[in-house]
């Protein structure tokens, strides 16, 4: 799942990632919003939100979201450097060191947190959330060759209804759909899908949802980077 690069995934493979890291991302982006009022995955959202504060004059609440999209880009940039750093090194469990790394930063998160409170906090919080969706959203899009993207909402929305149109095409239309309308349902799907349980999960146990992500991000990266080596 984290090993295989481009044309040498199945569907099959992009299936089982899509539908684990976009519901842990799911779950991210709505603890975000409840603890701060902040989607960090969203980045339209953020951009939108900027504009329309830097309209109001509510010129510090206007940067504060364009710092989340700057984390998020540096989040994707960071991993995206790391992975062809990797790459070029021939480590082929670089993309599974990059997801432990996301699981090892959320943990820290999730401690810091459990130590602190105030304004400060949400702060914090939002910039290493928006990080993490930006480094996990990278290497799904790399590992991938772009066809899974665990974050990025908007167009996954934008492809499902591209594709329920090419199904009222011609066979061969349908057949090269089918697939990617499998892999973006599922995706959104599993997204909200993980908000709701992220959500749930917060009101019961805090911040060790933070740890909690970190454990199930570990379970999925450590046994590939193990089997990346090993071969």
């Not at 810091?112 to 949400?122: C, K, R």
């Not at 290497?139 to 329920?164: K, P």
Request: include cysteine; charge should be neutral.
């Amino acid at each position: 799942m984290l090993i295989r690069v481009g044309d040498e995934r199945t569907s099959s493979i992009d299936l089982v990632l899509a539908g684990l890291l976009s519901s842990i991302a799911g779950a991210l982006n709505a603890v975000g919003f409840l603890i701060a009022g902040s989607f960090t995955a969203n980045m339209t959202g953020n951009i939108s939100a900027f504009a329309d504060h830097l309209a109001n004059g509510t010129v510090l609440i206007a940067f504060s979201f364009a710092g989340l999209v700057v984390a998020f880009v540096c989040g994707a940039g960071a991993a995206a450097a790391a992975i062809h750093l990797g790459e070029r090194w021939q480590i082929r469990s670089v993309y599974a060191l990059v997801i432990a790394t996301e699981a090892i930063i959320l943990l820290v998160l999730g401690a810091a947190l459990a130590h602190s409170s105030g304004p400060a906090q949400e702060t914090f919080l939002v910039i290493v959330l928006s990080f993490v969706m930006g480094l996990q959203n990278a290497a799904t899009t790399l590992i991938s060759h772009a066809r899974v993207r665990t974050t990025h909402v908007s167009g996954m929305a934008t492809d499902i209804g591209i594709e329920l149109a090419a199904l009222i095409g011609g066979p061969k239309l349908r057949q090269e759909a089918l697939p990617k309308l499998s892999l973006h349902s599922l995706t959104l799907i599993c997204f909200a899908i993980g908000g709701i349980c992220g959500a749930l999960l917060f009101g019961i146990v805090g911040y060790w949802l933070f740890v909690i992500a970190a454990a199930l991000l570990l379970l999925i990266s450590l046994p590939e980077a193990l089997r990346a080596h090993r071969s």
